[in-house]
Nanobody, 121 residues
Framework: QVQLVESGGGLVQAGGSLRLSCAASGSIFSINAMDWYRQAPGKQRELVAHITSSGRTNYADSVVGRFTISRDNAKNTAYLQMNSLKPEDTAVYYC???????????????WGQGTQVTVSS
């Protein structure tokens, strides 16, 4: 059974920082790309940041220069460092991973349960 568990969300004032973590656990053979998405009330879920297994990254225009995605392949964990937070960053943040479980060989898509980030003005 594969699980993605996020942590690190919370309430922060505008201009502050938070660091989200996403730990993948269970019978995993390999993890391909990992992503962070977010969904604000009344809005569609959007891609925030993406990182490949080799460390290449991509970001939504709205977070470039403020957010940094990273991963520790040995720990099957991805991180999202969020600096200079704005009220419009308020959302539930979801971790996503494409991975091959030990049962293999197909690639499957997994989601975490989400963590709330609230930025006050």
């Amino acid at each position: 059974q594969v699980q993605l568990v996020e942590s690190g969300g919370g309430l922060v004032q505008a201009g502050g920082s938070l660091r989200l973590s996403c730990a993948a656990s269970g019978s995993i053979f390999s993890i391909n790309a990992m992503d962070w998405y977010r969904q604000a009330p009344g809005k569609q879920r959007e891609l925030v940041a993406h990182i490949t297994s080799s460390g290449r990254t991509n970001y939504a225009d709205s977070v470039v220069g403020r957010f940094t995605i990273s991963r520790d392949n040995a720990k099957n964990t991805a991180y999202l460092q969020m600096n200079s937070l704005k009220p419009e960053d308020t959302a539930v943040y979801y971790c996503h991973a494409n991975l091959i479980p030990d049962s293999g060989p197909l690639l499957y898509s997994y989601w975490g349960q989400g963590t709330q980030v609230t930025v006050s003005s």
